[in-house]
């Protein structure tokens, strides 16, 4: 596609629901990066993908939150049993290489009431 | 701790030039991107600059270095954060860590 894209754009749950967000990158790009922006707050990195694989997995803030991604392409976040402090905007980027220049998508606005 | 510390706020009126600063710790020669987010915009790359090599640092590791932007005669429309991250080439395989971010507001 012409860029990255998210869905969904937002999600409301309940505490203690599991939620997915799902990610597409760019085509071709190798490298996928998935951060949090929370009110008040910079970007947190999450977690990254070089093709179907996560070298480190040590910026997800806890057990309750997995990624992975298939084909080298869409990559999928999952948070298991919502907490409200998991609210916050989940933002989605992928670059041609590693350590390249990063595209971002808009991003999924979630909100666990 | 966040190891990229930027200046959290600067407001200056139109025409203005502007110093961003982005201060970080790094072991290697990253390459300093800088993301701006426009209001209700997704992030996207302002500008990119290699490092240079290891004779201008004396040594593999960086200390609390500042490499700033400059905005010349900025604009309302200018106004949005500004993000720098350190990056190094095969770095991804460390955390990146955006700097917290420069809230840039343009009055007219």
């Known amino acids: ?24 990158p760019i085509s071709g790009h ?13 970007l947190e990195f999450l977690i990254y993908f ?18 992975e991604r298939t084909g080298g392409s869409v990559s ?6 919502t ?16 350590g390249g220049e990063q595209f971002f998508g808009p991003g999924t606005r979630l909100t666990v009431l | ?17 502007v110093t961003m600063n982005c201060t970080y710790t ?17 992030l996207q790359l302002l500008q990119r600059e290699t490092m240079e090599n ?11 270095k500042n490499s700033p932007i400059v905005k010349y005669s900025v604009q309302v429309s200018d106004s949005a954060v500004y993000y720098c991250l350190p990056c190094r080439y095969g770095g991804a395989t460390n955390k990146l860590i955006f700097g917290t971010g420069t809230l840039l507001a343009v009055q007219p």
């Not at chain 1, 999928?76 to 049993?81: E, F």
């Not at chain 2, 701790?1 to 030039?17: D, P």
């Open chain 1, 83 to 98: 907490q409200q402090e998991d609210s916050a905007v989940y933002l989605c980027a992928s670059s041609r290489t590693d």
């Open chain 1, 50 to 67: 070089q093709g179907n694989s996560a070298p480190d997995k040590s910026g997800l803030p806890s057990d309750r939150f997995s990624a």
């Open chain 1, 1 to 24: 596609g012409a860029g990255v894209s998210q869905s969904p754009s937002n999600k409301v749950t309940e505490k203690g629901k599991d939620v997915e967000l799902r990610c597409d």
């Open chain 2, 54 to 64: 290891s004779k201008n640092f004396g040594g593999g590791n960086i200390k609390d």
């Open chain 2, 1 to 17: 701790s966040n190891s990229v510390k930027q200046t959290g706020q600067i407001t200056v009126s139109e025409g203005a030039s």
């Open chain 2, 26 to 42: 790094s072991t290697g020669y990253p390459t300093l991107f800088w993301y701006v987010e426009y209001p209700s915009k997704p």
């Open chain 1, 76 to 81: 999928t976040l999952t948070i298991q049993r």
């Open chain 1, 30 to 42: 190798t490298a996928l990066y998935w951060y949090r922006q929370s009110l008040g707050q910079g």
